[in-house]
């Protein structure tokens, strides 16, 4: 068994080492503007107050600074290694066999439809970002940052974390001549703007979870997560309301800003109703994608039950513990859709698939690296082919 998930999974990992190989050969043969650039993310954010992703890319962008061997290899590995840990749980508690079989009679035109719907959140996600990052700065427009989602989906997959796709869409916004603090802050309230609207679904369906889970630890999981969801949201609104002697602290004190800067951006009821709207059809999107995917293996729920579902599978992926939520969000099927009846080979064969579905969508967004035409314009924000001042 433990080879069989090692096949699966050791391809994955040296695929995203030497893509980071490659990013960082890119990024040293234009070592002059890196070093500026570099110069300004270390003023604006240092890379230990980061995630693991952008702090993996700041430190491959700078010529001169080379992390050691044990830290490039440590992290991955270790979320390598819970994975592997995970699926291979997983694999001892249900017959391979059964999910091989559950895979065979797989509908490849509800599957090709999950991958649809999956692709189509694309422009969703690029128009909120657009808004945001027009709220603060300049926009390159929605065209430009609909290539640079689909290079983010594609480096969410192949990176060792989870938010490795947003450190390369800063990167790529920086390059087109957006400041890496704006790049990252718009990043991070696009990021809320959706979750948002996850949790508050969540919390919706936390009296079904409640029902339907046997477990009283699942129970209680379940109520721990969503109150972590609550106090971050919370958190990130009012933290610039904490003492003074505490906003001295760079970490807090960047922080506080970005609060500040969140409160602005919902402030006016026009554009939070709109950022709102793209994130309902982001979010009811990628419930539809998770619905069509299993019932394509034959798993017959209804809609509403995967807005109960889709909810805690999706924001506990956000526990950076694993290779691109692989393995998290298989036990999460699991558990939550036995709640619901179902076996757990077909919804370990769903999350699968999900998870391949995810890859396929991200493949356009690798050739879009590799050629980059995301990029391809890169006066277009200085040029103000759609800008917007920042709010007084």
């Given at each position: 068994?433990?080879?069989f998930?090692l ?7 040296n695929?995203?080492r ?8 890119s990024v ?6 890196i070093s500026?650039s ?7 954010l ?10 993996l ?8 600074k080379?992390v050691?061997?044990?830290?490039k ?7 390598l290694?819970?994975?592997t840990?995970?699926?291979w749980?997983?694999?001892?508690r249900v017959?391979?066999s ?9 509908s ?7 991958a649809a ?9 690029a128009l909120?970002?657009?808004i ?5 700065t ?10 640079i989602?689909?290079?983010?989906l594609?480096f ?14 800063a ?14 802050r ?6 809320v703007?959706g ?9 919706a369906?936390?009296?079904v979870?409640?029902?339907?889970l046997p477990d009283?630890r699942?129970?209680?999981?379940v109520?721990?997560l ?8 919370l958190?990130?609104?009012?933290i ?13 004190a ?13 402030g ?8 709102t709207?793209l994130?309902v059809?982001?979010?009811g ?15 017959d ?12 599978v999706?924001l506990i ?15 999460g ?6 709640g619901?009846?179902i076996?757990?080979?077909a919804?370990?064969a769903?999350?699968?698939l999900f ?5 396929v ?6 050739l ?6 995301d990029?391809a314009?890169?006066t ?10 920042a709010?007084?």
């Amino acid at each position: 068994m433990e080879k069989f998930w090692l096949s699966i999974i050791i391809p994955c990992n040296n695929g995203a080492r030497w893509l980071i190989a490659a990013l960082r050969r890119s990024v040293e043969q234009n070592a002059p503007y890196i070093s500026a650039s570099g110069a300004i993310c270390s003023r604006v954010l240092k890379p230990p107050l980061t995630s693991n992703g952008l702090a993996l890319l700041l430190a491959h962008s700078h010529p001169t600074k080379h992390v050691t061997a044990i830290r490039k290899l440590l992290i991955p590995s270790l979320r390598l290694l819970v994975t592997t840990g995970l699926l291979w749980a997983l694999s001892t508690r249900v017959d391979l066999s059964h999910v091989k079989e559950v895979v065979d009679h797989v509908s490849l035109p509800l599957l090709a439809a999950g991958a649809a719907a999956l692709l189509a959140t694309s422009p969703f996600a690029a128009l909120r970002w657009h808004i945001v990052l027009a709220a603060g700065t300049t926009s390159p427009g929605p065209w430009t940052l609909l290539k640079i989602v689909l290079v983010g989906l594609f480096f969410n997959q192949v990176l060792p974390s989870g938010v490795g796709g947003d450190a390369v869409r800063a990167w790529r916004c920086h390059r087109l001549g957006i400041g890496v603090a704006a790049a990252i802050r718009s990043l991070v309230l696009d990021r809320v703007s959706g979750y948002v609207v996850m949790v508050v679904l969540f919390a919706a369906g936390l009296p079904v979870l409640l029902h339907i889970l046997p477990d009283v630890r699942q129970r209680y999981g379940v109520v721990l997560l969503l109150g972590a969801a609550l106090c971050g949201l919370l958190a990130l609104f009012l933290i610039d309301y904490l003492p003074g002697g505490l906003l001295r602290f760079r970490l807090v004190a960047e922080l506080a800003g970005l609060s500040r800067e969140g409160r602005r951006l919902f402030g006016r009821p026009a554009r939070a109703g709109a950022l709102t709207g793209l994130s309902v059809a982001t979010v009811g999107l990628t419930i539809v994608a998770s619905m069509l995917v299993a019932e394509s293996l034959g798993v017959d729920l209804s809609f509403f039950r995967w807005v109960v579902i889709i909810p805690p599978v999706t924001l506990i992926q956000l526990v950076p513990v694993s290779l691109a939520g692989w393995g998290v969000r298989e036990l999460g099927f699991v558990v939550v859709l036995a709640g619901f009846g179902i076996p757990a080979e077909a919804a370990l064969a769903a999350s699968l698939l999900f998870g391949m579905c995810m890859i396929v969508v991200g493949l356009p967004g690798g050739l879009l690296w590799l050629t980059g035409w995301d990029i391809a314009s890169p006066t277009a924000a200085s040029n103000g082919r759609v800008a917007a001042q920042a709010d007084p």
